[in-house]
């Protein structure tokens, strides 16, 4: 019996983990296409970047641990290539790895724009660390959480940063605009320049072009414009790739059609039960520890499968400041109380934003998973 | 079993708290505060499933 697990990120590392851990005893085959071992990516854009910051991106397992204790044979630096669902096989370096069961973890891939810098992977994160040791000036195109993390690492450091956005509010279709507006405000108060409902028209040296004709100097230029999935090798193999991004389509047991075929993290849509089956692709370090580890039990186990119901959770830091959101935005009303926002739908409450409440944000997750009332999510923010 | 939160890495992200809100919560200074440091054997599963959830990494659970 042989597991393989295309993707040696979170994702693909819980797999790997999730199958050991139910007593799966034969092959596991971990594929990545970075010549990394899994390491974790939300810290690139946050602490990594910081003066006193680590300077090396260290992984989650030491090689020794992954291949020794877990006895998972690895194969890095290596895209996968190509899927043959019917002999299942999955190509890679030319050679074909025969599996009896599989999880697609491949993740997303950071769109780029020539001349800019995205940040993505630990290779992007010390290129913009090194500049901001430099003292460079920076601009951002793209003002999501990413871009913003970005430029609050640049403002802690005293660096100037303008911020170039091409929709009139940041972040609206992650939160919706009440709360994207109100998080502008945070880039404000820290002497962010944010350019809003500015379109770029190219990065050339010395700087971005907007269509105004301007030109705003930068020596480093980071392109925060979203991530798809990774799934080019998928191209004709006969699954079910979503029609505006081409994520793996799952149902909600993260089945992806074929026998033996699963999907996990950020590469896959799957319908959310919680949310009247919305489908949902997340790239939330939660999701993909998640659906990672549950894929793995369900394509060694079919009979095992169930349906995931996940809350949505994601935290960005930005000027000292944590945001934290749970839940989904698709509301029918959109409730702003202070530092936080809630979101309804129907009679529920399904979804929720603070700004630098830790102790508040987990209660309107539990309120969420457990399809509480509107009437109580308000109660709960009008005494918290 | 003995919880144990490495409060240097606890960056007050929650997960633990989703997953088991009887034996942690996150205080109001963003690091968690765990509510019962010895639980019973009839509690592992969800605290392993907290301690898996961790981003940072911060939680063990010692017998």
New interface residues.
């Given amino acids: 019996m042989t597991f393989v697990v295309v993707g040696a990120s979170l994702a693909g590392l ?1 797999a790997v983990e999730s199958a050991r851990r139910t007593g799966y005893r034969g092959r596991i085959v971990l594929i990545g296409a970075e010549d990394h071992l899994p390491y ?1 990516r ?1 810290p690139l854009s946050k602490a990594f970047l910081d003066v006193d910051g680590p300077g090396e991106v260290e992984p989650f397992r030491s090689e020794a641990v992954l291949r020794d204790e877990l006895g998972v044979e690895l194969i890095l630096g290596a895209p996968a290539e190509n899927l043959d669902t019917a002999a299942r096989e999955v190509a890679v370096g030319g050679t074909a790895i025969p599996y009896d069961a599989l999880v697609i973890a491949t993740g997303a891939t950071a769109r780029r724009l020539p001349g800019a810098r995205a940040l993505r992977t630990a290779e992007d994160a010390v290129a913009v660390r090194a500049a901001l040791d430099r003292g460079t000036r920076i601009v951002v195109i793209g003002a999501g959480f990413i871009g913003s993390e970005v430029a609050s690492a640049a403002r802690k450091r005293g660096l100037p940063v303008t911020i170039v956005e091409a929709s009139p509010v940041p972040l609206a279709r992650a939160v919706g605009e009440v709360a994207g507006a109100a998080l502008a405000g945070l880039h404000h108060v820290a002497g962010t320049e944010l350019r809003l409902a500015a379109e770029v028209t190219g990065v050339a040296d010395g700087g971005v072009r907007l269509a105004t004709g301007e030109v705003l100097p930068a020596d480093l230029v980071v392109a925060g414009i979203g991530a798809l999935p990774a799934t080019g090798w998928l191209e004709g193999c006969g699954l079910t790739l979503h029609e505006r991004d081409r994520g793996v389509v799952c149902d909600a047991t993260l089945a992806a059609g074929p026998p033996g075929v699963y999907a996990a993290g950020d590469v896959a849509h799957v319908a959310n039960p919680l949310f009247d089956g919305e489908p949902m692709r997340l790239e939330h ?2 999701n993909a ?2 659906q990672g ?1 549950a894929a793995a039990r369900h394509a060694l186990d079919p009979a095992s499968a169930r349906a995931l119901e996940p ?1 949505p ?1 994601f ?1 960005s830091d930005w000027y000292g400041h ?1 945001i ?1 959101f749970v839940g989904t935005q698709h509301a029918d009303e959109v409730v702003a109380q202070g530092a936080t926002t809630l979101y309804r739908r129907g009679d529920r409450v399904v979804g929720a934003l603070t700004v630098d409440r ?2 508040e ?2 209660k309107y ?2 309120r969420i998973a457990a399809r509480a009332p509107w009437s109580e999510a308000l109660a709960f923010a009008g005494a918290a | 079993m003995r919880i144990e939160a490495d409060l240097g890495k606890c960056d007050g992200l929650g997960m633990c708290e989703a997953m088991a809100p009887d034996f942690f919560e996150v205080g109001d200074e963003g690091t968690v505060v765990v509510l019962d440091e010895r639980p019973g054997e009839d509690h592992r599963q969800d605290l392993a499933a907290a301690v898996d959830a961790c981003p940072v990494l911060a939680l063990k659970l010692r017998d």
Avoid: K, L
């Fill in positions: 819980r974790d939300p370090w939660t520890a998640e580890a809350v959770y935290w944590r934290q830790p102790r944000i987990m997750r539990r």
